[in-house]
């Protein structure tokens, strides 16, 4: 708020008053388009020769776009981590593929922040397509309850409906 704004360069202010040595702080700034910025500020006491303050002079360093990039790695790296601890099962030939759907589901799920999630696939022997949904997953980042939905195959061997020509346009 502007109130805010307004105490924060009061006490900004006051230090540099005492202390006379200019300390950055970064802070939101509103552009005439309405577009919020993130500025790094880098502000010092004018003085005239006498010693007495005559003014106050800041520079601002446009930090908004660096921010956005921080942002991006900090969720390439969660993706990351998620996915590494996915790498040993996906390797794993005794994996059963219904607890394997599950955990790239729950590892989904905690990605995204997300309380509902889908995982489908489609059964190498059976041709079904076998899509395992979480319908609610707790607050507290238990088991959630999840829900499987199977879609056979009909007597030509296709999978009927949309998913069936979803599938076959691929």
Do not use: C
Not at 67 to 78: A, I
Not at 164 to 169: K, N, P, S, T, Y
Request: zero cysteines.
């Amino acid at each position: 708020t502007a109130q805010d704004r307004q105490k924060k360069q009061t006490q900004y202010e006051e230090y540099l008053r005492r202390h006379s040595i200019s300390v950055p702080y970064d802070g939101l700034i509103l552009t005439r388009t309405g577009e919020e910025k993130n500025v790094l500020w880098n502000t010092i006491i004018l003085k005239n020769i006498a010693g007495r303050e005559e003014g106050i002079s800041s520079i601002g360093l446009d930090l908004t776009e660096k921010r956005r990039g921080d942002e991006q790695t900090k969720w390439d790296m969660r993706v990351a981590l998620e996915l590494n601890d996915l790498y040993t099962s996906l390797i794993s030939v005794e994996m059963k593929i219904e607890n394997l759907a599950r955990m790239v589901l729950e590892k989904a799920a905690a990605i995204t922040s997300s309380s509902r999630g889908y995982v489908a696939l489609v059964d190498p022997w059976t041709g079904q397509n076998i899509s395992y949904l979480v319908m609610e997953s707790p607050p507290n980042g238990g088991a959630g309850k999840y829900k499987t939905i199977t879609f056979p195959q009909d007597n030509t061997g296709q999978l009927p409906s949309l998913w069936g020509f979803a599938l076959d346009q691929q």
